[in-house]
Every structure is written in C-alpha cells, then in structure tokens.
C-alpha cells in the first residue's frame, strides 16, 4: 500500500495551512520589497517575511514526516535555527555596506558611532 495514502486528515489539514501560511508570508516581504523606497527600509520586510516562512515549512515538514514514519522527525529544526542565526547577521552586513556605499558617494546619512569612550570621562 502507498505510504502517502496512510496519512490521516489530522495531519494533512495542518501541513496545508502551514504551507499556505507560508507562502503568505513570502508573499508579503515580496510585497514589501516593491513597495519600500529606501533601501534601508526594503531589508526589513523580506528579511522577517522569509524567516518567518522558512519557521512554517519547517513545522509542516516536521509534521508530514512525523507522521509519515509514526515518531517524531526533529531535524528538520535545523534549517530555521541556522536561519534564524544568520539572518540577522547578514542583514546587519548588507545594511553596513550600504551605508559605507552612501557616505563614501557624499550623501546625508547620520554619523558613524564611536565605540570608545570619551578619554576623560569616567
């Protein structure tokens, strides 16, 4: 017998809303590329939307193949967990190559911060 076929309707209903949910949320960051003037502001929304998206698919898959084999199927969580890390961390590179980019063309963009403190405070 087809294994596809053994999957109760419990299983399949929430993999599908996961799956939707998912590319809901990939919608919306693209949405939110298109409509963002800035550059700056058009990190944002692809960067959560596609984090966001990735937490879905891994539940759903998490969920279809736990089902799939009738014990849980964790290593899935490793695809959103290293995402979740990089993310961020790529996002805050880009946004600093960025602005390097705007200061060396001449343009207003707010002063770069100091991470030293003042030689005669305390």
Not at 49 to 58: F, I, K, R, Y
Not at 111 to 116: C, D, K, L
Request: proline content about 6%; aromatic content about 8%.
């Amino acid at each position: 017998m087809n294994e596809l076929s053994e999957l109760s309707l419990w299983i399949e209903i929430p993999v599908a809303i996961l799956l939707v949910l998912s590319s809901v949320f990939a919608l919306i960051g693209a949405f939110g590329l298109v409509r963002m003037k800035d550059y700056f502001q058009r990190m944002h929304p692809p960067a959560l939307a596609s984090t966001l998206a990735a937490w879905c698919v891994a539940l759903a898959s998490i969920i279809y193949f736990s089902g799939l084999k009738s014990s849980p199927v964790l290593h899935a969580w490793l695809i959103p967990i290293l995402l979740s890390i990089t993310m961020p961390v790529t996002t805050l590179l880009l946004a600093r190559a960025a602005l390097f980019r705007k200061r060396m063309s001449g343009h207003d963009v707010p002063a770069e911060v100091s991470s030293r403190r003042s030689e005669g405070g305390s």
